[in-house]
């Protein structure tokens, strides 16, 4: 793998704001998505919430067929991307009304990726981005983008009245190009739920195949503490606030990677805020700590299992995962992964673009299992998700690969080829994750076809009032703060990776 660029973000320090917090009322209730179609010192914040829940779907980018040369290049760099994206950082109040979202989702090109919907501004105009546990900024593509913007829909300020321009420079650069712009504030509103003022980035000028339409950017789901912005993240202003029933989001993601005649974009699932959906999952939630505050969603992974052989894994950190669900594969150590297919008949290691790949028979279906911290549970990859392309020759592309760790990089990256196969929920107090067995219900939808969700806006219907959680002073120590604000271009560029053959 070629030498990766130093990434560059330049940004002057920010002025403290507050941001308020206001929840919309749903247009209607839909506590189970069906088968488609159909903390604390900080100052007190004004909160409106309302009762109900409101529904916004994921969907998924559909794909077209790939030639083994694209596939390549595609595998090339979703690893320079992963190792970009992990590999170098650090070389409740009283009588609270609460309330629920969920945003349906959209699977984009057989898995690769997964998009959900926001609004953004004064009125609201509503954008498809990324939806990532891995990074914790939000940034989306402006009107006077000039380059690699190209049937991208754009963010126009103007026509938003609660615009507001920091004048604070925005630029990053990586190994496959850059994008710059600006920090603003705006209105940002999602599933029900609203923050005036919220600090996010518009990208002026982006490298070509940066962005794939229609997705328009990227939403971070990580904590503030290794936030470009050095702002709070939506999710956490909302999880700290109390506003929600319950401090944790879910997600549901569907599977058409296999699927026989999939469209460019399918249904994708769901993203549950501030609750969990008992229609999508059975049995009880098991929940992992996560061993590090304040950062990525990470979890030890103590167990691994191919088809009954059990791989080696190192103690302590060395074996941390980030659960991401702005990945599409699963990256590990180089001597683990080689573990992996080595206990796979006919494995061969792949060369040139495939480098860090592995090639198996298809004719082997591939079963892993994976277990986290103290539990017990072990969760099953399916080996459709294992497989991530038939190569021809009766030979497959498995979905695990080498990659490269560094500084305070987790050493394992888990993403969607491990998601898809639960619900998985990541819970702000206490922190941890957790998963649980997908519902007869949700295993149903994967490969079926559907009309794909669209967004909504509703009106404040109530005001509380809510105390928003800070980004603790002392918890960034371990990254230097050229690393921390180099977190969005890494991001943005590996969901071009994913998608960026796919149209």
């Known amino acids: 793998m070629g030498k990766l660029q130093q990434t560059c973000l330049t940004l002057a320090a ?24 159909n903390l604390n010192n900080s100052p007190k914040k004004r909160v ?30 979703h690893r320079q991307g992963l190792a970009h994206k ?60 000039t380059t690699g913007c190209i049937s ?25 190009g850059q994008a710059q712009g600006s920090l603003v504030q705006d209105m940002i509103q999602m599933a029900g739920f609203s923050v ?13 195949g940066l962005l794939q339409s229609p997705v328009s950017g990227l939403l971070g789901l990580a904590f503030g503490t290794i936030a470009a912005s050095k702002a709070m993240p939506f999710w956490q202003t909302l999880a700290s606030s109390g506003v929600w029933d319950e401090p944790v989001m879910a997600f549901h993601l569907t599977r058409f990677n296999n699927a026989t005649d999939s469209q460019r974009l399918e249904p ?5 805020m501030g609750f969990t959906n008992p229609g999508l999952y059975t049995g009880e939630i098991d929940y992992v700590d996560l061993p590090s505050r304040g950062t990525y969603w990470i979890l030890p992974l103590t167990t691994l299992r191919v088809n009954e052989h059990s791989v080696g894994l190192l103690s302590g950190s060395s074996s941390w995962a980030a ?92 993403g969607d080829t491990f998601l898809k196969n639960v619900y998985s929920i990541f819970r702000y107090q206490p922190p941890s994750v957790g998963f649980a067995d997908l519902s007869t219900t949700v295993l149903q939808q994967n490969g079926v076809s559907g009309p794909l969700p669209s967004a909504t ?10 105390s928003v959680t800070a980004v603790p002073p002392n918890a960034a120590t371990a990254f230097k703060s050229k690393d921390e604000l180099k977190r969005i271009t890494d991001i943005a560029w590996l969901a071009a990776a994913f998608v960026g053959l796919m149209v």
């Open 152 to 176: 991208i829909p754009t963010f126009q300020s103007s026509s938003s009245s609660t615009f507001q321009n920091l004048s604070k420079p925005f630029q990053i650069t990586y190994g496959s």
């Open 457 to 466: 806006v509703a009106s404040v219907v109530a005001t509380v009032s809510a």
């Open 268 to 272: 994708g699932g769901s993203f549950d």
């Open 86 to 145: 992990y590999g170098e950082h650090g070389k409740e109040g009283k009588d609270k009304k609460r309330s629920t979202g969920t945003n349906l989702l959209v699977n984009q090109g057989g898995d690769s990726g997964y998009y959900g919907s926001l609004a953004i501004g004064t009125p609201g105009t509503s954008f498809n981005l990324i939806l990532d546990t891995g990074s914790a900024d939000l940034w989306v593509a402006d009107s006077q983008c």
């Open 14 to 37: 920010l002025v403290a704001l507050e941001p308020t917090i206001t929840a919309y009322a749903s247009p209607q209730a839909q506590p189970v998505p069906q088968p488609y179609p």
């Open 323 to 414: 659960i991401d669900t702005g990945t599409t594969l699963v990256g590990g150590p180089r001597e683990a992964i080689a573990d992996v297919f080595g206990a796979i008949p006919g494995s061969q290691r792949g060369t040139g673009n495939f480098e860090g790949y592995y090639t198996y028979p298809c004719d082997h279906d591939v079963t892993i299992q994976l277990g986290f911290g103290d539990s017990k549970r072990m969760w099953p990859i399916s080996p459709s998700d294992f497989r991530l392309v038939d190569m021809g020759s009766g030979e497959c592309l498995g979905a695990f690969f080498e990659l490269s760790g560094g500084g305070s990089a987790p050493p394992w990256i888990i």
């Open 196 to 208: 005036p003022n919220q600090i996010f980035a518009t990208a002026n000028a982006v490298s070509s």
């Open 48 to 77: 409106a919430v309302r009762s109900g829940t409101t529904s916004m779907p994921l969907q998924r980018r559909a794909s077209s067929p790939r030639t083994k040369e694209e596939w390549g290049e595609w595998a090339y760099e």
